[in-house]
């Protein structure tokens, strides 16, 4: 069974930085494109980040860019996301998700984590 | 960006209420059109990629249809467990971009 799970999130002043992750496990991790994708409350899904199979091709959304940084561990089979300078916008729940597509950009998404909530609030 | 935008943004129907959401495309994306439904607190989960291709283990009462900039995602039957949002998403060109949703209520 594929699953994903997310952690690292939590409440963080503007300016400061967390460092998510997504722990991969009943696929082969290596052989998928990764994404994380974020929602704010209430609001609409944004795409936020992609990496390639083995993290040679990686794509920010222009919001972020900068600011976020996306790996991997294939090793270790897990998805990161340091989030640097954080803003109030920020605030979402933040979801890794498996990409079907193999196209080395970011494609559509089959599998999802139940997310991670990071609140920016001072 | 591409921008997504669905209609309506919400709606009320009854089980058994054959229901249609419409998403264009502020370009043409070909068939690169692909449709989610989330419930309330929960990931979202693929229904349809490609514009028309359901996933495996989705009912056939969904269906999606459309290229160019204009797709439609029906739901022949509305069944209880189908009150949910749903999303259109573009995979055409990075970065990849939702609609804002349609919540589709009980009446």
């Known amino acids: 069974e594929v699953q994903l799970v997310e952690s690292g999130g939590g409440l963080e002043q503007p300016g400061g930085s967390l460092r998510l992750s997504c722990a991969a496990s009943?696929?082969?991790?290596?052989?998928?494109?990764m994404n994380w994708v974020r929602q704010a409350p209430g609001k609409g899904l944004e795409w936020v980040s992609y990496i390639s199979s083995s993290g040679r091709y990686i794509y920010y959304a222009d919001s972020v860019k900068g600011r976020f940084t996306i790996s991997r561990d294939n090793a270790k089979n897990s998805l990161y996301l340091q989030m640097n300078s954080l803003r109030a916008e920020d605030t979402a729940v933040y979801y890794c998700a498996r990409d079907l597509t193999r196209v080395e950009h970011p494609g559509y998404f089959d599998y999802w984590g139940q997310g991670t909530l990071v609140t920016v609030s001072s | 960006d591409i921008q997504m935008t669905q209609s309506p943004s919400s709606l009320s129907a009854s089980v058994g209420d054959r229901v249609t959401i419409t998403c264009r495309a502020g370009?043409?994306?070909?068939?690169?059109l692909n449709w989610y439904q989330q419930k309330p607190g929960k990931a979202p989960k693929l229904l349809i990629v490609a514009a028309s291709s359901l996933q495996s283990g989705v009912p056939s009462r969904f269906s999606g249809s459309g290229s160019g900039t204009d797709f439609t995602l029906t739901i022949s039957s509305l069944q209880p467990e189908d009150f949910a949002t749903y999303s259109c998403?573009?995979?055409?060109?990075?970065?990849?971009?939702f609609g804002g949703g349609t919540k589709v209520e009980i009446k």
């Open positions: 998403q573009q995979s055409y060109i990075t970065p990849p971009t």
């Open positions: 370009q043409s994306i070909g068939t690169y």
């Open positions: 009943g696929f082969t991790f290596s052989s998928y494109e």
